[in-house]
């Protein structure tokens, strides 16, 4: 009788891991798994396509198995990268994070290099999942037009009407998208692996491909037009930054259980259905996954196509919402409205302005490109930049923080940065064919993570010069002997051993200080979360004085209100009814003397506008605030 609630447990949490992988085949694999509706038609088909003999076709789908599936997703990604999580997060800048946990007191020249590659990698992320709900939703549409051409004039309109609705629909969580999206993506794969095997049965001289050593010939023995070929052939994998991303939604295990039970062996099947029909009808290169369905599965099969590749751009909306989290907590991005989705999991949620954006961005990628073949010449510039920068952030984690010896780590690390860098080298020539747009869009979200990042720096040590020692301040108090008044007071502060603006104009204007005073400082550590015994720090600094110091990892939400009514954390009991809380608030001027460019001041200046205020941010009640302004010159 002692074992059935532990077997009921065992039940359960199994049952909720079987919920949470579907959840990830609809978020994480929406990208990858929709790859075979045009990965193999541009190999063959596209603007650098190549003759779809024998050879050649081995010779991709050997690359596609051996270099795409099995090194690049399982090994690389699914294996190795997702055990370098920041407690539970993923995304290159969680990544940069764990590697500079180790290098804090490293202010200059290399010892920044994993913050300039990790905000590198996220500012490209954003411009891929720019592109990925464009391409998505235009591959979907225009998927209509191959049973029947009553769409074609439609397919803008509808594009455009059906990514509203996507986007209208993030707020209510990718939890809840997940659970959504999962059944159908796990009917996408039964249905691709289906044709992929009906094909195979019909031409299994196809299997031939299993062995890697037509990949590596078709590699050696190819002229510059089959080395071009690897753009396409990189289609194949271009959500996978992405699935590190949302490792925070729901976890690594869910994620593998989603790609080694489901998606892989469903892509294996398809690509090797595809190479299949090639070796028998060469002619059926200008859109092979459609002709591998029966003419009476095509239209089901092209609806279902729809909806999938509609999908697909949830995998890179909800990185998005993810990276831009840390962005906020680790310093690198203003304050925004960040809501929760879900009372369960912590890394479900749903940022309304990167919402909005994201929309902006991939309506006017429509709009200008107005098909998917356009934009396919785009897709992939910005994410083979990423993988490498995150195989050199991983280098750094396995020597640094795993302690591997170079021995080891170079034999692992080298070869991945290779297969990066052939990818890399084939995409580079899609900039003049489209590329630009993503690495547009990343270099202008890295002036804004730089210029941010940069302008807080500058503003803490202008307030530093400002601003005198606290131990100054208590000597100060004690002659002057200020009236106390009833009550408590709470200065909002980023360098506790300073005394805040707001404290030394509030006794100045005011002439009074309340009979407890807390100096309260809100520290994001560079890891995901922190352990409730290391949530609070409290020191007595004398005359009724406390110096607070409340820890949050960059994955969390800060609850000040709930921290401070807990009496027993705090040492003592505050009567929240009877606390006013003391903000800052900051003009800043662009003076011409922070030693950025004008035009990055401006840009500061703007955004610091535009931030969300601190009191919303960290759920403060705004009856019970005071922002005492001041202004201050770059």
């Known amino acids: 009788m002692s074992n059935q609630p532990n077997e009921k447990s065992s039940s359960e949490n199994k049952k909720a891991l079987r919920l949470l992988a579907l959840g990830a085949l609809g978020v994480v694999y929406g990208d990858i798994g929709t790859s075979p509706l045009y ?91 720019i592109i990925t709900p464009a391409i998505s939703v235009l591959s979907a549409v225009e998927g209509l037009t191959v049973a029947t051409n009553i ?30 999206f999962g059944p159908i993506v796990l009917a996408w794969f039964a249905v691709m692996g289906l044709l992929g095997l009906y094909a195979i049965v019909k031409h299994p001289a196809v299997l031939a491909a299993l062995n890697p050593l037509y990949a590596l010939s078709f590699l050696f023995s ?18 996978t930054e992405a699935l590190y991303a949302d490792m925070g939604h729901f976890g690594k295990q869910p ?15 398809n690509y090797l259905g595809q190479g299949a029909l090639l070796l028998a009808h060469p002619e059926a290169a200008i859109n092979p996954f459609f002709h591998l369905a029966p003419q009476w599965a095509l239209y089901p099969v092209v609806l279902l196509a729809t909806a999938a590749t509609v999908i697909a751009s949830q995998a890179l909306i909800s990185g998005a919402f993810s990276l831009t989290r840390q962005a906020v907590q680790l310093g690198y991005l203003p304050r925004m409205k960040i ?41 992939g510039v910005a994410v083979s930049t990423t993988m490498i920068l995150t195989t050199v952030l991983m280098y750094f984690v396995v020597r640094e923080r795993w302690k591997w010896k170079l021995r080891i780590a170079l034999p692992v690390i080298l070869p991945l940065v290779c297969i990066d860098l052939m990818f890399f080298s084939a995409n580079v020539s899609k900039l003049l064919f489209g590329g630009w747009v993503s690495l547009l869009l990343g270099f202008a979200i ?51 051993d300073l005394t805040p603006p707001a404290l030394i104009h509030n006794l100045k204007h005011n002439k009074v200080l309340h009979e407890r005073v807390l100096l309260l400082m809100v520290s994001i550590d560079e890891q995901a979360h922190v352990s409730e015994d290391e949530r609070i720090s409290v020191s007595e600094l004398g005359q009724g004085i406390h110096r607070v110091v409340f820890h949050y990892g ?81």
């Open 255 to 269: 994620i593998r259980i989603g790609w080694f039970y489901a998606a892989l062996p469903a892509l294996l099947l």
């Open 446 to 496: 890295v002036a804004v993570m730089l210029t941010w990042w940069r302008g807080r720096q500058i503003l803490g040590e202008r307030v530093q010069t400002l601003t005198p020692p606290f131990a100054r301040f208590i000597e100060e108090m004690q002659d002057r002997k200020p009236i106390r008044v009833p009550g408590t007071a709470i200065f909002m502060t980023r360098n506790i």
């Open 222 to 239: 190819a002229d510059s037009q089959a080395f071009m070929v690897l753009g396409a052939v990189f289609l194949v994998v271009t959500g």
């Open 554 to 634: 960059f994955m969390e939400s800060p609850n000040i209100p709930g921290l401070l009514g807990d009496p027993e954390r705090m040492g003592f009991e505050i009567d929240l009814s009877d606390t006013t809380f003391f903000f800052g608030r900051e003009s800043v001027v662009a003076a011409g003397s922070s030693g950025m460019m004008r035009w990055r001041e401006d840009l500061f200046r703007m955004l610091s506008q535009n931030a969300q205020r601190a009191m919303v941010f960290y759920g403060i009640p705004s009856a019970q605030v005071v922002e005492i302004g001041f202004q201050i010159e770059l």
């Open 39 to 129: 990965a193999v038609r541009e190999c063959f088909h596209g603007p650098h396509r190549i003759d779809p003999n024998a050879e050649n076709i081995l010779g991709v789908l050997s690359l596609i198995i051996w270099c795409c599936l099995v090194t690049v997703v399982s090994v690389k990604y699914l294996l190795f990268v997702l055990e370098a999580d920041n407690r539970g997060e993923g995304g290159v800048l969680a990544l940069m994070a764990l590697v500079q946990r180790k290098r804090r007191s490293v202010r200059s020249g290399l010892g920044r290099l994993p913050i300039f590659l990790g905000i590198f990698g996220a500012s490209l992320l954003y411009g891929d999942g």
């Open 339 to 379: 809501m929760h989705t879900s009372s369960r999991k912590i890394g479900q949620i749903y940022i309304p302005s990167v919402n909005f954006m994201l929309l902006l961005g991939t309506v006017s990628l429509v709009l200008a490109f107005r098909s998917s073949s356009g934009l396919a010449a785009a897709y």
């Open 151 to 180: 769409f074609e004039p439609f397919v803008v309109p509808i594009s455009l009407i059906i990514l509203l609705l996507l986007f209208l629909f993030q707020r209510q969580g990718t939890g809840r998208i997940g659970f959504t």
